[in-house]
């Protein structure tokens, strides 16, 4: 009987498996596909890597970084160039720069001079006299005021592609939430903070610093991750097990694979929501039916690769976004071959275009090739780019990124607090404690430790942290 069973193979449950191994204890990852790793998938043909899911990660994550010592992956790593700074967002019917610091702000045209005076007015904004969670949007116009709710749109667009007057700002941002508590004013806080921050050092992959973080990807994009854990897991690793229940039985659990079954000590669900839920019913229906309830947005991506010689000039920076306000059909596009130009070969570029979230979620049903001629449209209209692609790769994700719109932390606290009722459950993924790679794996880095500490089969406390409010 192995320590552990750990349904779900993507980077949650790859990143447990492998922490628990490290310490001794016998585990089996059960993924029902034919390979590991989930949404997180590179593409290496034509010369071109293209990444299904995500393309990189920052580093500054400590549990991201001591996981890829663990693997001997340091040497691998590869930082993003220094174009990544430049930035832009489609406002006002075209691409405008994202300035860098607040005295670049106030030069910029993407507000209106009455709009920055308003924005700067934050200093004197009050706290919330109303307590508990609120949407992006009711955040942003209270303290802002309402010319920048592109801006923040804009923003997250590029993590969640969702909604901005839904999501919950303590489950997206909750940064912004503490600063407005401990410092009142989000510029003041801001600013002070800045002060005490010590200038960033050398990335360490056993230890990042905190700091201004840097986006990096793997010597062969973010499979390489992927391969290495795979092959770390060896045969504790199975493909093309799909589970088709779970059930209690005496001291210990039972996953029911096509013709055997799987038994363990403990038993951790790192599946997505609207998978997990099914196989939670047999065993708690309110469970279930709380998992189910996490919404997933519809994601399209769209990677076009164009000979340089058919640009008049390769866009650079790390690309733009498009807030909803601005009617456009692309969420926004990553300049990829600008970022990290080893993702294509030296006389191509990569771009990396995204169409659907919350907000758009019907493009989805269009066929590929419409959608490759919508992405192509948007760039021209965008970027001026009117050649024919020389390299185009579609990626679909009808489930692709949860919405954590406003009740979501209630709503895990619930979800966790149920799940402890049952001895030995543990759930894991995206779905509730962040969206982003390195989100998982912190998290899964935290149900490791919690694992190998509490003896027998403990029930599992709840992991959520909801930030105070006034």
């Given at each position: 009987?192995?320590?552990?069973?750990?349904?779900?193979?993507?980077?949650?449950g790859?990143?447990?498996?492998?922490?628990?191994?490290?310490?001794?204890?016998?585990?089996?990852?059960?993924?029902?596909?034919?390979?590991?790793?989930?949404?997180?998938?590179?593409?290496?043909?034509?010369?071109?890597?293209?990444?299904?899911?995500?393309?990189?990660?920052?580093?500054?994550?400590?549990?991201?970084?001591r996981?890829?010592?663990?693997?001997?992956?340091?040497?691998?790593?590869?930082?993003a160039?220094?174009?990544?700074?430049?930035?832009?967002?489609?406002?006002?019917?075209?691409?405008q720069?994202?300035?860098?610091?607040?005295?670049?702000?106030?030069?910029?045209?993407?507000?209106?001079?009455?709009?920055?005076?308003?924005?700067?007015?934050?200093?004197?904004?009050?706290?919330s006299?109303v307590?508990?969670?609120?949407?992006?949007?009711?955040?942003?116009?209270?303290r802002?005021?309402?010319?920048?709710?592109?801006?923040?749109?804009a923003?997250?667009?590029?993590?969640?592609?969702?909604?901005?007057?839904?999501?919950?700002?303590?489950?997206?941002?909750?940064?912004?939430?503490?600063?407005?508590?401990?410092?009142?004013?989000?510029?003041?806080?801001?600013?002070?903070?800045?002060?005490q921050?010590?200038?960033?050092?050398?990335?360490?992959?056993?230890?990042?610093?905190?700091?201004?973080?840097?986006?990096?990807?793997?010597?062969?994009g973010?499979?390489?991750?992927?391969?290495?854990l795979?092959?770390?897991?060896?045969?504790?690793l199975?493909?093309?097990?799909?589970?088709?229940?779970?059930?209690?039985?005496?001291?210990?659990?039972?996953?029911?694979?096509?013709?055997?079954?799987?038994?363990?000590?403990r038993?951790?669900?790192?599946?997505?929501?609207?998978?997990?839920?099914?196989?939670?019913?047999?065993?708690d229906?309110?469970?279930?039916?709380?998992?189910?309830?996490?919404?997933?947005?519809?994601?399209?991506?769209?990677?076009?690769?164009?000979?340089?010689?058919a640009?008049?000039?390769?866009?650079?920076?790390?690309?733009?976004?498009?807030?909803?306000?601005?009617?456009?059909?692309?969420?926004?596009?990553?300049?990829?071959?600008?970022?990290?130009?080893?993702?294509?070969?030296?006389?191509?570029?990569?771009?990396?275009?995204?169409?659907?979230?919350?907000?758009?979620?019907?493009?989805?049903?269009?066929?590929?090739?419409?959608?490759?001629?919508?992405?192509?449209?948007?760039?021209?209209?965008?970027?001026?780019?009117?050649?024919?692609?020389?390299?185009?790769?579609?990626?679909r994700?009808?489930?692709?990124?949860?919405?954590?719109?406003v009740?979501?932390?209630?709503?895990?606290?619930?979800?966790?607090?149920?799940?402890?009722?049952?001895?030995?459950?543990?759930?894991?993924?995206?779905?509730f404690?962040?969206?982003?790679?390195?989100?998982?794996?912190?998290?899964?880095?935290?149900?490791?430790?919690?694992?190998?500490?509490?003896?027998?089969?403990a029930?599992?406390?709840?992991?959520?942290?909801?930030?105070?409010?006034?």
């Open positions: 009987m192995a320590f552990a069973a750990i349904v779900g193979g993507g980077i949650s790859l990143a447990l498996g492998h922490g628990l191994r490290a310490k001794g204890k016998d585990v089996v990852v059960l993924e029902a596909s034919g390979r590991p790793g989930g949404t997180i998938h590179s593409f290496r043909e034509q010369g071109f890597i293209a990444e299904a899911g995500p393309n990189g990660f920052l580093d500054k994550e400590p549990a991201t970084g996981l890829i010592a663990s693997l001997g992956l340091t040497a691998k790593v590869k930082v160039e220094p174009a990544t700074k430049k930035r832009f967002v489609w406002l006002g019917g075209a691409l720069p994202v300035p860098a610091s607040p005295p670049a702000f106030l030069r910029s045209r993407l507000l209106p001079f009455g709009a920055k005076l308003r924005a700067l007015g934050e200093i004197f904004v009050g706290r006299d307590g508990g969670d609120e949407t992006l949007a009711d955040f942003a116009r209270r802002f005021g309402p010319a920048v709710l592109p801006l923040v749109d923003v997250q667009t590029g993590i969640y592609a969702g909604d901005v007057e839904k999501l919950s700002l303590l489950a997206t941002f909750p940064r912004l939430a503490s600063l407005e508590l401990e410092h009142r004013s989000l510029i003041l806080g801001a600013r002070r903070e800045a002060r921050k010590a200038e960033r050092p050398t990335f360490s992959a056993s230890d990042p610093a905190p700091g201004p973080a840097q986006l990096c990807s793997f010597e062969g973010l499979s390489t991750l992927i391969d290495s795979a092959a770390s897991l060896g045969p504790a199975r493909l093309g097990a799909r589970a088709r229940g779970l059930r209690r039985q005496g001291d210990r659990w039972v996953v029911e694979l096509e013709g055997e079954m799987v038994e363990a000590e038993l951790v669900v790192a599946l997505p929501a609207h998978a997990a839920a099914p196989l939670l019913a047999p065993l229906a309110e469970l279930a039916s709380e998992v189910a309830s996490i919404d997933h947005a519809r994601i399209a991506v769209v990677h076009l690769g164009f000979p340089r010689r640009l008049s000039a390769a866009p650079e920076g790390f690309g733009f976004l498009a807030p909803r306000a601005e009617g456009r059909r692309l969420l926004g596009c990553i300049y990829v071959s600008s970022i990290f130009p080893w993702r294509a070969p030296g006389d191509q570029v990569l771009l990396t275009c995204m169409a659907g979230g919350a907000r758009s979620p019907e493009l989805l049903d269009l066929d590929d090739g419409a959608l490759q001629s919508l992405a192509r449209d948007e760039l021209r209209a965008g970027l001026g780019i009117a050649a024919e692609p020389s390299y185009a790769r579609l990626q994700w009808e489930r692709g990124i949860p919405q954590y719109n009740g979501h932390l209630t709503r895990v606290d619930r979800i966790l607090r149920r799940a402890a009722a049952l001895p030995g459950l543990h759930l894991a993924g995206n779905s404690r962040g969206v982003g790679m390195n989100d998982c794996i912190r998290t899964a880095a935290e149900l490791t430790e919690e694992l190998c500490r509490t003896p027998g089969a029930p599992q406390r709840p992991q959520v942290k909801i930030a105070k409010t006034r």
